[in-house]
Every structure is written in C-alpha cells, then in structure tokens.
C-alpha cells in the first residue's frame, strides 16, 4: 500500500518556522510504521542509498520498496559508523556512538588499556528515529543509533574500545579487529593539533578530505556544520528534499576517522530536519552525543563548549541568528547569546586562547557572503572578549580574512604573518571546503593563497539583512582565496610564548595558507 504524501506545499512551508511545520505535519501525519533496516540502507539493497558513477549517492529511495522484518538475531546486527564526541571535560568523558541496523538488546561498551583486555563494562542506550515515508519520494525507514558515556577517565590515557550488544560480544576472538582506540585530553596543557572544516556530505571529495585529516594525528575534528546534506535545500522548509539514509552512508564514511578522533559538530541550515521535532534538530540529538556544558541541548544542540590544554572553545547554532535563513530565527529566545556571552567571559579568564566555531559567515565574499544577522549578535560580543580565532562553514570555498577590528581591517594578516587579537582584531576562517560541491568568489577577486598571491585592492560582495535583502558592501578585508576542497589545521602551544599555528591544508596536502596568533606579543 502507498504511503500518505505528507509533505507541506512549497508557498505554504516558506512561510512558516520550523516549529510551525512540525505542528503542521504532526497533526496531519498518519503514521504506518513499515520497518526498513539501516543496515539494508547502508549496504544500498535499497536504491536510495545506491552509489553513482561519481561515488556520490544516487537519491531515489523511493523506487524501493520497504519490506517489514522482526528483530534479527545479535549475532547477526553488525554496529557500524562509530563516532566519539567528548563530554564536559575531555580529560576524563568520552561519548562513544554507533549505529546499529536493527534493534538490538542491551547495547555495551567494553573498555581497557589494552586491546586484549577490555574488563570495563558501560551500558549504552539506543536512539530510535522514525522518518514516516513519502509517496513517489523516499519509503518509511526506521534507524538506530546507540550511545554510551563513558566518565572517570584518566587524563592524557590511550583507552581501547569495542561495542556489542546481546549476542555479539566485541571481545570475542571473531571480532577483535573492530577494536578501535581513543585518548584523553592531557591534565596540564602540552602541544596538540586540532583540524577543521564544515560542509562535508557524502562523495569521494569527502572521504579524501578524510584522509588528509587523519595524517595530522589531530586530538579532535571540529564540524562547522552541513553535516551530511539529507536535507537537499537547507531552507529550513518542509518542502525541503529529503533521505534520511544519506545518515548511514555519511557514518560509514566517516567512521575511519570518527571512530578514534573526537568529531565535535555543530548545526547548519541543512541540519534542520523538521521531521523529528519542533526546531528540526530531533534528528541531531538521537545521532549525536555532545557536551552537556550549560546550555540546553534540546534547544540547540550544537551549542556546547569545552577546553582542551591551553584553548576554550564554543560551538554555535547560527539557524538560531541567521537573517539569510530565518527559519529558526530567535529560536532560543536570546538565551543563547545571553549564555555566550557568560561563557566567553569565563573562559577568557581561564585559558590562554578562545576559538569560535558555527556554521554561517561573518565575514565572507562567495556565493552566500556575510549573515547580517551573525554580526548583529555575536560579533560585539567577539570583540568585548577578544576571541582569537572563528571558524565557520556555509560557503564551499576557503577564505580568510585579515585581522578585523570594528568592522575594518585593523591589521592586514598575510600569508606567514602574525596576529596579535588584542591589538589588531579577530581573524575569521571559512572553511567550508570539506567534500560538498565548490563555490567560487566574484568578479574581480581572483583565488589568492600560498604560492599563488593575488591580492586585490577591494571585493564587491553582499551581506543578508534582516528583511531578507542583501546589501552591497565593498571589502577590503579578503586577503586568502582558495577555491578547492581542503581543511584546517590548528597547532595549539602553551608555555612562555603561547600561540596557535594555523594553516590551511589542500586536498593534496599541500600548504595554501599558514598565520600566527599570539596574544600580548
């Protein structure tokens, strides 16, 4: 039997708030639970989750039919797409997920120092996530993450870990290779490198960019957002595309790196999934397991902060300033801004530097430029704390500005320079080239990284206003362009003379931009 289409008309959904539309479809859905597997999904038995010629996966989970299973024996439910996230404190939480193809019973984590001796047992719990199907769209698909907090760490320790669940013991002879390991933030600061981008998706773009982000031997990824792309549009409407198996994909995909680096992620516009819940995020809190460190999670989920050695940082949800996207505008009620503003204070006061990370740009010229919004809230606050250094996503491209100070340039930054935030301003990454298809820069403000400098007076570009209109803006503040996939790379030093070596990385490995940032110097 068909499925009820369920989905809201596209000139209604534009007019209406996440919240909104989740009310809409609430009272009009009629839910017929046929169960699809995960696990059939992610092995792409069904076609939605099938690959192209390109290795990207090819969108039409409709041609398949959904088929009604019971629950399968353990031994037989094989956990993939493992991926830890600190807690609070990184020096002793670890949050250890995975997903599971069907339902299981009393999922676990084993623990120990060595791979042969994993003696500790935690109880995990499992996230079910329903996705009602869609006529001539996308059949019902039931999903199963499962999450274990793992606490009373010891710091600066290398621990090994292996999931299971009754009937499957990771312990076992036949499934020590899927033995992974982790390790814990050090007790006092020392070296340690940490990477990061935004706008990944599925595609051999992706996995490449994971590849070059494992051979850093980062201590953790940071995600600026646009995480998966199973929402298409990211407008924050119903109307919206959407596959919620393009979920088991971008697990699988990203577990050889997930599974023993820290992936800490926050929420872009194509991360609101109205399905689940009232402000779209049900979706990222039944995948994801993020710090608990002041602000509701439920609320915004990508809000969250924690402090590793010598650096404070503080992931946003900027759905919740965005004026391009205005969705979940307000959403919080300026709760989150009052909390950032709180937090910022505190950490100022206890590490030697402070790094931002949300999804869209201050300060940007490609094609989605600057969200008025994102500087209307936020960016006093930046400069009233002297944060250090901000990361975004958004556009596909990498981009950096010069020290930026009031809204001008206080300092020109370029290639192989140093900062000093307390005299010249912040400087502001986009690092949104992390696999999802490339954006480009205006007319006139030509590519411009290491090896390849060209710098240009002025770029014409925009910013998003709080009617939705884009105002013209003539910039001087651009100074690396690189329109290619790649990621950055943070080497953060204590000591005497603190600083954060940052550099930008090409898919290749090769170097296309590198600053320093000192504070006092």
Request: a neutral charge.
């Amino acid at each position: 039997m068909d499925l009820p289409d369920v989905g809201i008309p596209p000139q209604l959904a534009r007019r209406m708030s996440m919240a909104e539309q989740h009310e809409y479809l609430r009272t009009k859905l009629t839910r017929r639970r046929t169960l699809v597997t995960a696990g059939a999904v992610a092995g792409g038995l069904l076609t939605g989750c099938s690959t192209d010629g390109n290795g990207s996966p090819a969108r039409t989970a409709a041609s398949a039919p959904a088929s009604a299973t019971g629950r399968a024996p353990g031994s037989a439910v094989v956990p993939f797409g493992r991926h830890l996230a600190f807690g609070a404190d990184p020096r002793t939480q670890m949050r250890i997920s995975w997903q599971v193809p069907a339902a299981v019973r009393k999922p676990y984590v084993r623990i120990g120092a060595r791979p042969d001796d994993l003696g500790r047992r935690i109880e995990a719990e499992i996230r079910d996530l329903h996705t009602p199907g869609v006529t001539g769209v996308r059949p019902t698909l039931d999903q199963y993450y499962v999450h274990a907090a793992l606490d009373d760490l010891l710091p600066g320790t290398t621990y090994y870990y292996g999931v299971g669940h009754d009937g499957l013991d990771p312990a076992a002879p036949e499934h020590r290779s899927t033995i992974a390991s982790f390790r814990t933030a050090p007790t006092r600061p020392e070296k340690f490198v940490f990477t990061a981008f935004g706008d990944q998706g599925v595609s051999k773009a992706a996995a490449a960019n994971d590849d070059i982000l494992l051979k850093q031997n980062p201590a953790f990824h940071l995600h600026a957002g646009d995480i998966c792309y199973a929402d298409v549009n990211g407008r924050g409407d119903r109307a919206d595309g959407y596959d919620p198996a393009y979920w088991d994909l971008f697990l699988k995909q990203n577990e050889q790196v997930a599974r023993s680096v820290p992936w800490m992620v926050t929420t872009g516009n194509h991360d609101m999934e109205a399905w689940y819940s009232p402000e779209g995020y049900g979706g990222q809190l039944a995948r994801w397991s993020l710090p608990d460190s002041g602000f509701d999670a439920r609320t915004a989920p990508g809000a969250y902060s924690f402090v590793y050695g010598n650096v404070g940082f503080v992931a946003l949800d900027a759905n919740d300033v965005s004026y391009e996207i205005p969705a979940n505008l307000g959403h919080t009620g300026g709760k989150q801004t009052a909390w950032l503003d709180d937090r910022l204070g505190e950490l100022r006061k206890a590490v030697d530097f402070v790094v931002v990370f949300f999804h869209h740009c201050a300060y940007s010229t490609s094609s989605h430029a600057s969200d008025g919004g994102v500087r209307a809230q936020w960016l006093p606050l930046f400069a009233k704390h002297q944060v250090d250094l901000v990361i975004n996503g958004h556009n596909h491209v990498y981009e950096r500005t010069d020290a930026i100070k009031g809204g001008e340039v206080g300092r020109r930054v370029p290639i192989g320079a140093s900062t000093d935030p307390t005299r010249d301003g912040i400087v502001y990454v986009t690092a949104g080239g992390g696999g999802k298809d490339l954006y480009g820069f205006p007319a006139g403000a030509k590519e411009s990284y290491e090896g390849h400098v060209r710098d240009v007076d002025s770029v014409d570009t925009f910013q998003w206003t709080k009617s939705r209109a884009t105002k013209a803006e003539t910039v001087e503040w651009s100074r690396v362009r690189y329109r290619g996939f790649s990621l950055l790379k943070v080497e953060a030093e204590s000591g005497s003379t603190p600083r954060l070596r940052v550099s930008a990385l090409a898919q290749n490995g090769e170097r296309i931009d590198h600053f320093e940032v000192r504070r006092g110097g």
